[in-house]
């Protein structure tokens, strides 16, 4: 009970924590400097496949990687990179069947992709083989403009099979980590007065999103207090996701304080479970 208060408490303070850094930064104002403080900056993993934003690319996710530490042995760092693999495919995936062919295979990366040579290394260091031939083939299944049903299935098995049995506690931080990465691509993407300026980088936020939803539904606990941060988590990334009008719309009015809040308040209830 008294570790449920603390958790309780805590994100009722981060909840008046973060309104007033809102105000602060200006309500909502995208791209404003407030905010910078709670993003990761990415740098270009894609090599010219932005729709829009010169060079804007998926800026450094690894950069932002490093923050959390190193994926070869830090399990958020870990999950996070395979948490920003899954969200490609998610949108790979979704925009694929949708007919939008060509908007989809900017998401399916190639093994020699930044976002993969990031992570390859923790995998000699975890004891994985990594999936670097279910990524190819699921590229190339792409580029033949065929079916990618069984291709796409197995890429994502081979990720599931890579991530490690962790606490509760540490896939919310992940998750709050890619969501914070959300932020900055929903940010590069959706201008001020709501158009979508870079449909890649808009499209990216949302399978970030989804990939954290997926990462979460798959804990399984009895505490509590997990419960408690886990439900959070879900009602926060639903908020996030109602920024969203489909992948491929020409406007948003969402904002990227509200995916930036989702952020923080489920980092705050994960490390109330700490």
């Known amino acids: 009970m008294t570790r449920r208060l603390k958790l309780m ?11 007033l850094a809102l105000t602060g930064c200006g309500g909502e104002g995208e791209g404003a400097e407030g905010e910078a403080d709670l993003s990761s900056p990415i740098a270009g993993e894609n090599e010219g496949e932005g729709l829009g934003a010169e060079g804007e690319g998926e800026g450094g996710e690894g950069e932002s990687a490093a923050a959390s530490g190193d994926p070869a042995t830090d399990d958020v760092a870990y999950l996070k990179l395979l948490g920003l693999v899954r969200g490609h495919l998610i949108a790979f995936y979704e ?13 399916v990366k190639h093994p020699e992709s930044e976002l993969y040579s990031d992570i390859a290394p923790a995998f000699d260091a975890r004891g994985k083989s990594g999936f670097a031939d279910e990524l190819t083939a699921l590229a190339t299944a792409a580029t033949a403009g065929g ?25 919310l931080l992940s998750v709050s980590e890619i969501i914070r990465v959300a932020g900055d691509e929903f940010d590069i993407g959706v201008e001020e007065d709501g158009a979508i300026s870079n449909a890649h980088e808009y499209q990216d936020a949302y399978g970030f999103l989804v990939a954290s939803r997926d990462m979460i539904a798959g804990i399984d606990t009895n505490d509590v207090n ?3 941060a886990i439900n959070l988590a879900h009602e926060q990334i639903e908020l996030a996701l109602a920024s969203f009008d489909g992948l491929t719309a020409e406007t948003s009015e969402g904002r990227p304080s509200t995916l930036y809040g989702a952020a923080a308040r489920i980092e705050l209830a994960a490390r109330g479970l700490m």
Do not use: C, F
């Open 147 to 171: 079916d990618v049903e069984a291709e796409y299935s197995a890429a994502v098995e081979a990720l599931d099979a890579h991530a490690p049995a962790a606490k509760p506690a540490v896939v």
């Open 226 to 228: 997990a419960s408690d």
């Open 9 to 19: 408490t805590g994100l009722s303070t981060l909840a008046a924590a973060s309104a």
């Open 95 to 107: 925009l694929y069947q949708s007919g939008s062919k060509d908007m989809a295979r900017m998401h």
